[in-house]
């Protein structure tokens, strides 16, 4: 028996039910900015909308390329991840949520699974996010925020033993 798609309700925005509650995720502290900077930006548009967003991403990949240890999990083609990187970027900070309507919930340790992390490399992956994000001229008070959140979320990620790493 053949099932049937399921019709898609979207609402008066345009975006399906299912991207609107995979958005939940994003980050929703001020992390020191003036409150009425924080009741009426996102930190999307803090860190300058989708032109910042790939400006992060392109400076986080270039250090990751240069980082032999790092760069052996990622696969040969950098191309693919480099862009969901930037939707989910986008998604999180609280841009639209293009990542959850291309590829559904973010389910991040379960698409991490099959590249072995573990807390060295997670680390070194902070380490060229936040030197990215300070190449690319994002805020302190936004920097503050976005690793208060982004650190756990990368060691969550973590699933191998490191063995002897320094």
């Not at 925005?13 to 009741?39: C, K, L, P, Q, Y």
């Not at 270039?62 to 240890?69: A, F, H, N, Q, T």
């Not at 380490?127 to 690793?147: D, L, P, Y």
């Amino acid at each position: 028996m053949r099932s049937r798609p399921r019709a898609v309700r979207t609402g008066r925005d345009g975006h399906s039910e299912r991207a609107r509650r995979a958005s939940e995720f994003v980050i929703s502290t001020n992390g020191g900015v003036s409150m009425e900077e924080a009741e009426t930006r996102t930190l999307f548009e803090r860190v300058g909308g989708t032109a910042g967003v790939e400006r992060i991403v392109e400076a986080f990949y270039e250090r990751v390329e240069g980082d032999l240890p790092l760069r052996k999990i990622y696969p040969d083609d950098l191309e693919p991840g480099k862009a969901k990187l930037k939707l989910y970027l986008e998604q999180w900070l609280g841009g639209e949520p293009r990542y959850s309507e291309l590829y559904g919930h973010p389910r991040l340790r379960m698409r991490h699974l099959p590249f072995a992390i573990g807390e060295h490399a997670a680390g070194r992956w902070l380490r060229h996010m936040r030197a990215a994000m300070q190449a690319s001229g994002v805020g302190e008070a936004e920097e503050r925020v976005i690793f208060a959140q982004l650190a756990p979320l990368a060691h969550h990620m973590v699933n191998r033993h490191d063995e002897g790493a320094h």
